[in-house]
């Protein structure tokens, strides 16, 4: 089956490829690994966001033939069966859990056992360096975020919030809904990349004891 994502123009060297939700992480990665990124064949960078991703090339030439490709990619069937699978360990110790819970209608045990059941996706990053929104979650988890948000929310922190799940990779004000923390270093300058979480990567939850 050939796909064809729609493409809107951004400038003469430039375009926004159109994708369904939680497919630009994966599409940026599948991309990648068929020789199509940032420095490869006149593209200067390719940066995913909830349902699109942004294709930059250094002409307009480049950009049509790079979009052709970009956009009618299959993901799945693209040599990217490999994917990296990173295991984040996270103590479901959260403030909001138990009310997360209740919103949900069903125990804390059922909403820790759904977010540790499978992998979950970086659709794309933002808000902050580092942070990462992770797809997968089921629908009966797409909570919106907090009426007020706190102005401080532990570096390491879990949370869901607008259908995705996150790690905050440092300390900042926030409104999602905090289900646990982790130990796990997400982001760090003096780390080459510094970034543990990149578009297309898959993440496993890892339940564990706060030590």
């Known amino acids: 089956m050939t796909i064809h994502r729609p493409i809107r123009p951004m400038g003469p060297v430039a375009a926004l490829v159109e994708c369904a939700p939680g497919e630009p992480g994966p599409l940026v990665?599948?991309?990648?690994r068929?020789?199509?990124g940032a420095g490869s064949a006149g593209v200067v960078e390719m940066v995913p966001a909830a349902c699109?991703?942004?294709?930059?090339?250094?002409?307009?030439?480049?950009l049509d033939r790079t979009v052709?490709?970009?956009r009618s990619i299959e993901i799945g069937r693209s040599g990217s069966d490999d994917v990296e699978v990173v295991e984040i360990p996270v103590c479901f110790d959260g403030a909001d859990l138990d009310e997360v819970a209740a919103r949900c209608a069903r125990s804390a045990d059922e909403v820790i056992g759904t977010v540790v059941a499978?992998?979950?996706t970086v659709a794309f990053c933002g808000f902050a360096p580092g942070f990462a929104y992770l797809d997968g979650l089921p629908s009966w988890l797409h909570l919106p975020r907090r009426d007020t948000p706190r102005a401080r929310v532990p570096e390491g922190s879990f949370a869901v919030a607008a259908g995705y799940a996150a790690v905050y990779p440092s300390a900042s004000p926030g409104g999602w809904n905090l289900l646990g923390s982790t130990s796990a270093e997400i982001w760090s300058i003096d780390r080459d990349p510094p970034a543990v979480l990149a578009p297309g990567t898959q993440v496993r939850i890892i339940a564990v004891d706060r030590t």
Do not use: M, Y
């Not at 990665?29 to 990648?32: D, Q, S, T």
């Not at 699109?52 to 480049?62: I, Q, Y």
């Open 52 to 62: 699109t991703v942004l294709v930059e090339c250094v002409d307009a030439e480049s």
């Open 29 to 32: 990665l599948a991309a990648r």
């Open 34 to 36: 068929v020789g199509i």
């Open 68 to 70: 052709d490709l970009v």
């Open 118 to 120: 499978g992998p979950l």
